[in-house]
């Protein structure tokens, strides 16, 4: 365990924590799941881990580890005796596991977002990283120390197989779950009870990590008037939200992830997703305007299906029903999903079971393929083995024969020469080199073929240019001769020709 930490993330609620030279003092209070039948008391105790239901024992085993084995744990549900539910989640089982070295892996959807067991865990314990570490101030996410944000990747990180690129993701998520949980302790714990100064004046019972310094100077940023100007505003904004969801930690990533493994083969669509994150749990709609305007959607779809209205892109079913998107954002698919990366993305590409099956087919295959270059690289060294086993038999029966043949003939002295001369070699090897050198005598006859043929071809072509060059230069002087008689002839219109010009004439003339 790190003790230079303040506050520990290993116990429910740690009210002291003193250090004495070397030894470390603990006071711990731990808080029941349930109170006894029994009796009446209303005394705190620790009560054993209650066993799993089967959806939780269907989704551990879902989980994969980047170790080989992973004990199964049970999640601690921590209550106190004025509130039962759920409570503040601790993630014993996370801590465990990293004390373990036991790192689970989170999985990705096409989309880039989480999916699976360990992404919802994932997210449990970053919630309650951003709780207990990150101070209760009134500041906003950019305004943390990096220190502090450091701490909280290297936590997940050290409990999760993140993968690379994660840590933004990681950082966004903490930033979001520090918000909520300062508005959740402004809406229950503050605003209720402002004429209750009593109560305000220490950490609610659920959350007594909280130290009451912090605790006091977030009450009084909570009820100061610049506050309470920023409050009415952001209420304002949430009233005019009007299909609220019904999801959980999985998000709309999770849920697509679910609905593949229960409708294999079928599109899943943003519209659908949208109309099962408002269902409850038996599968009806509780708000009378989101039943509206799911029985919209599903007529529509039908509409679409029969052919009577197209869908061209961004002009889908969600958009028919509930009208056009805001700039940046798009309904039904969670945050971080832009309407042109969700538009522009071919079908295709999208998460589906086809795809699915084609991944793990291409594993197989690949698998199957290095199995078999490993057989065929060991069939390989065999034949290479029987052929050296050959030759030293051939050379063998060779020596023995000249042994035979000549009188005092001593193997050892040729042994070395005979291995090295060609004649040691078998009768295929000899077979191979005369068509190679057969092969080679071919291709130097064609290559002496083609070239007696490019020199006649240039041959015939210096010839022919030499007597263009030829003509071109004779009639070229026939015509600069002309040329100059009928010059002189306009600048001399007289009867009598001089001789110089009759030498012209007849030089044209020839």
Known sequence: ????????????????????????????????????????????????????????M???????????????????????????????????????????????????NKMGKGIGQAHIEMQSYIGVLARSRVPLVDKKWSQIPKDVKEQIWEAVDMAFVVGQGGKKSVL??????WKDFKSTLTRHYILPYTNDKEKLSHPPETYKFIEKAQWDAFVASRLSQDFESVHSQHAQIREKLQYNH?????????????????????????STLWKRARRDKHGNIPDPKVAEKAKLIDELQKQVSEGKVRVDGSKDVM???????????????????????????????RVSFDDRLKESLKVLLQEETKKMEAKAKEEALRMEARTKQLEEAEREHFLSQLSQLIPNFDPGMLKQRISQSPK??????????????????RKKKKEMKRRKKRRRKKMKKSMATRLMKLVIIQIWRRHLLLKAFVVMWKRHSCLRIRSWNLQLI???LV
């Not at 003092?25 to 089967?54: E, F, I, N, R």
């Not at 019904?246 to 943003?270: F, H, N, Q």
């Not at 056009?324 to 590409?349: C, D, M, T, W």
């Not at 040691?424 to 005598?441: F, H, I, M, W, Y």
Request: some cysteine.
């Open 1 to 56: 365990f790190d003790f230079s930490e303040q506050w520990f993330l290993f116990f429910p609620y740690l009210i002291k924590y003193k250090e004495k030279e070397t030894r470390v003092v603990l006071s711990v209070k731990m808080v029941s799941q349930q109170q006894t039948k029994d009796s009446g008391s209303k005394k705190l105790g620790m009560v054993a881990p209650q066993d799993k239901s089967l959806k939780e």
């Open 58 to 108: 269907k989704s551990s085993k879902k989980m994969k580890f980047a170790s080989s084995s992973a004990e199964t744990e049970s999640q601690t549900i921590i209550s106190d005796d004025s509130k039962t539910g759920r409570g503040m989640s601790t993630m014993p089982r996370v801590v465990k596991r990293k004390l373990q070295k036991l790192r689970p892996i989170v999985e990705y």
């Open 172 to 177: 966004a998520s903490a930033a979001k779950k």
């Open 246 to 270: 019904r999801l959980s930690r999985k998000g709309y990533a999770g849920l697509e992830d679910e609905l593949e493994e229960t409708m294999p083969g079928v599109e899943i669509d943003r």
């Open 319 to 349: 958009t028919m029903a509930l009208g056009p998107e805001h700039l940046g954002r798009l309904r039904g698919v969670g945050a971080g999903i832009s309407p042109r990366q969700y538009f522009n993305l071919p079908k295709p590409q």
């Open 424 to 441: 040691n070699l078998c009768r295929l090897t000899k077979l191979a080199a005369l068509e190679v050198s057969k092969k080679k005598r």
């Open 506 to 508: 007849r030089r044209c």
